[in-house]
């Protein structure tokens, strides 16, 4: 079993609607977690730190579900330029700064 | 956010020879920086680790002797693939973190360095 798993898409979104997406990861003692985005051909740049509390950032909501090891990102409103793939990320718990990635949930709005 | 810098952007060589990545940390001091490697429509996998000063800790299956990292500096770390074949072209990423900055745990990325082996 993969460390994180998610779900590859492509999900396809009319301008102006939501889209949801989650992540599970296997290892309950991890502690930090992350979603990036990454555009096609380019590093990926952080998104937002996801904390156990649940977190907003504009329109982008990530929760945390311990219980269940999974984290979700919810898109607001969808833009154009939200289309890209968002990696789930897990910190390792063996070494600080490890981090480890999902494949990746591509996300393309239309117009 | 931190400026990770990477040279260079791309690479093509043929199969045999020795290609270095340069990994910099432009605006902050990386006691440690990361290299992954990215396959087409795949996940980052982790290559190692490099630590300023000393050997880098490698992840299992990464060969270390054809892999070889150098973090001779605070915001030096280099990546050098010996012998590179074309099962080696792939998408070479480093990132690291600045101490401080918005938590530890925060990683920022170099824009990555596409390597071509023919």
């Known amino acids: 079993r993969k460390e994180v798993e998610q779900d590859p898409g492509p999900f396809n979104v009319p301008e102006g609607a939501t889209v949801a997406f989650n992540c599970t990861y296997s290892?309950?003692?991890?502690?930090?977690f992350f979603w990036y985005r990454q555009d096609c051909r380019k590093e990926p740049k952080l998104l937002m730190s996801?904390?156990?509390s649940g977190n907003e950032d504009g329109r982008f909501i990530a929760q945390l579900n311990r219980a269940s090891q999974y984290i979700s990102l919810l898109i607001r409103d969808s833009k154009l330029s939200d289309s890209a793939t968002y990696l789930c990320?897990?910190?390792?718990?063996?070494?600080?700064?490890?981090?480890?990635f999902g494949a990746g949930t591509q996300v393309v709005v239309t117009p | 956010g931190a400026v990770v810098s990477q040279h260079p952007s791309r690479v093509i060589c043929k199969s045999g020879t020795s290609v270095k990545i340069e990994c910099r940390s432009l605006d902050f001091q990386a006691t440690t920086m990361f290299w992954y490697r990215q396959f087409p429509k795949k996940s980052l996998m982790l290559m190692a680790t490099?630590?300023?000063?000393?050997?880098?800790?490698?992840e299992q299956g990464v060969e270390k002797d054809k892999f070889l990292i150098n973090h001779a500096s605070l915001t030096l770390s280099t990546l050098t693939v010996t012998s590179a074949h074309p099962e080696d072209s792939s998408f070479y990423i480093c990132s690291g973190s600045p101490p401080g900055l918005l938590g530890t745990d925060t990683q920022y990325f170099g824009p990555g360095t596409r390597l071509t082996v023919l």
């Open positions: 290892n309950s003692a991890s502690q930090s």
């Open positions: 490099s630590n300023e000063g000393s050997k880098a800790t490698y």
């Open positions: 996801v904390y156990s």
């Open positions: 990320v897990v910190e390792t718990t063996d070494s600080w700064g490890k981090l480890q």
